[in-house]
């Protein structure tokens, strides 16, 4: 339930959106979030802005018409939200603004999961907070930030010619200088973006922190959310954790586990320097420690993939 006195107000949902760079940790934060006795969160929906994508170029918030309504039901994530086709058309009844009609989507996944909270997990909306703030004034943003050469290397398992850094050009002849800058991009759009937000709509955490101390971190979320702390929160994967050989880690439902991915043992000096020379000033504004290094020089590595990403277009 809802606890804190200063929440008086109804509540509006999307009340919450999970953000941060993919392979971050935003599913761990998601289950731990969707675990809460009364907030549910999707997953990856991507749907908000990529099914409105066309229309919200030209309006903040622009008028709910049929077609916009037939964009979202088929879109291709959003089967994820759990909804029937006909709930959605009838949400769609006597609703003005795309940004009321989604509201009230968010209000049908809340009800369906017997929960009156409801948010969104969708990692790149990182890029998108300013524009979801519009749309959505009284929405809060979790931001999580994980250090960047483990993130890469999570991405570089992961991301393909069809997914995530791997459809950019570049990675086919530097994949760690890919993901330093792509890593780099979506942090700092998402925390120069939170920081024009109000202490109260926008939160960072570090995927590090809540690992180490869920339960501390957690506590530190429900009172950002303004909800009752719940220990089914940090005990999300009780029940769920799969034992079978070969599963990741997120697929295996495992409980907060340090060095998963350590880049001081998993990745080479020469990879660690160029991530560095790429994103060390965002490295070093989340508080994460650089090697140090006996040149100040860039190298023609660096200066390579930066001329790449920034003639991109």
């Known amino acids: 339930m809802i606890a804190s006195s200063r929440s008086q ?8 959106f999970v953000v941060g760079c993919p392979r971050s940790g935003t599913t761990l934060l998601q289950r731990m979030l969707d675990a809460h006795p009364d907030m549910t969160i999707a997953n990856d929906t991507h749907f908000v802005t990529r099914a ?4 919200l170029r030209r309006d ?6 049929p077609e916009l309504v037939e964009a979202v039901l088929g879109y291709r994530r959003f089967y994820r939200m759990g909804l029937e086709d006909q709930d959605v058309r009838q949400a769609a009844e006597n609703c003005q603004k ?7 989507l968010y209000d049908l996944r809340a009800r369906a999961h017997g929960k009156t909270i409801s948010g969104e997990k969708t990692p790149d909306f990182c890029k998108q907070i300013k524009k979801l703030h519009v749309l959505f004034p009284q929405a809060k943003f979790i931001h999580i930030v994980r250090d960047g050469r483990d993130t890469a290397l999570s991405t570089l398992d992961w991301a393909n010619e069809s997914k995530g850094p791997g459809k950019l050009a570049l990675w086919k002849t530097d994949p760690v200088g890919t993901c330093a800058l792509w890593w780099q991009t ?3 759009k998402g925390s120069l973006a939170g920081a024009e937000l109000s202490p109260d709509r ?33 005990r999300f994967f009780v029940g ?4 079978k050989k070969g599963l990741s880690a997120k697929s295996a439902w495992i409980p907060p586990t340090k060095g998963l991915r350590d880049w001081r043992s998993q990745m080479s000096q020469e990879d660690v320097l160029l991530f560095q020379e790429l994103a060390g000033e965002w490295l070093e504004k989340f508080g994460y420690e650089l090697l140090e290094t006996d040149s100040n020089q860039p190298s023609e590595r660096a200066d390579r993939c930066r001329a790449w990403w920034e003639g991109r277009g």
């Open 240 to 243: 769920k954790t799969r034992q």
């Open 9 to 16: 107000a109804p509540i509006t949902n999307p009340y919450v």
């Open 186 to 188: 979506q942090v700092s």
């Open 202 to 234: 926008y939160f960072e955490v570090r995927y590090e922190d809540l690992v180490s101390d869920p339960e501390g971190r957690l506590k530190q979320l429900a009172d950002f959310l303004e909800i009752e702390y719940s220990q089914d929160m940090s």
């Open 98 to 104: 795309y940004s009321k009609f989604v509201s009230r």
């Open 52 to 55: 409105a994508k066309t229309v």
């Open 60 to 65: 903040p918030d622009p008028d709910l018409t």
